[in-house]
């Protein structure tokens, strides 16, 4: 189980956003933060699938690159990319040159358009799956839950790709889902205020 630890300023937060210097500004201003708007979903779905197998810091350290890659994740022009959009990606140093997710991106953005056309927002459809008080773990402790197990079966059935049931814990965690900062850790309170607000 993953720990707080004291940072430069003596403030405890998540072990893991010392491993890294470009973790603590994300850890401190996006990760658990709740996420409603459906660009920013969409970017957080498409950078978790292209995580999968590689450290979350290598996305991290692309994800401007990405960003203009995929004209600012905006799921209505992705999904009208070509084979042609495929191939300049696939030349494209500055994002994760890899077929099959780059692909699934583009494919998952037919997907999103659909999804808003019948249910009226990304964010409604995913917010469904925010676990009850009851069913939380203790933070950091899980790597799937009952919930992202459930998610990820449903996207399946709607055809979406690259969203297996860790890639969904993991995008449950960053977009606010659930609140897995650890107890101690200073940015809880700020995330559970976030949560609150957002009712």
């Not at 056309?117 to 459809?125: D, I, M, N, Q, V």
Request: with cysteine.
């Amino acid at each position: 189980m993953s720990k707080a630890i004291a940072g430069e300023d003596g403030k405890l937060r998540c072990a893991w956003c010392m491993s890294a210097p470009e973790f603590l500004s994300y850890h401190d201003t996006e990760w658990g933060f709740p996420v409603h708007d459906d660009v920013r979903l969409f970017e957080k779905l498409v950078l978790e699938g292209f995580q999968s197998g590689l450290s979350w810091r290598t996305i991290l350290n692309k994800r401007e690159n990405f960003r203009k890659a995929f004209r600012g994740f905006d799921f209505d022009k992705v999904a009208r990319f070509t084979q042609k959009d495929v191939e300049r990606l696939l030349q494209d140093e500055g994002i994760i040159r890899h077929r099959g997710k780059i692909e699934a991106a583009i494919h998952n953005a037919k997907c999103a358009r659909e999804m808003v056309e019948r249910e009226g927002s990304l964010a409604k459809f995913f917010w469904r799956y925010e676990p009850t008080p009851a069913n939380l773990a203790k933070p950091q402790t899980l790597t799937t839950s009952a919930e992202s197990i459930a998610l990820s079966k449903d996207l399946k059935k709607l055809g979406w790709k690259f969203v297996g049931p860790t890639t969904m814990f993991a995008l449950m965690q960053a977009m606010g889902l659930i609140n897995d900062h650890v107890e101690d850790c200073v940015i809880r309170a700020q995330v559970m205020k976030a949560r609150k607000q957002k009712r």
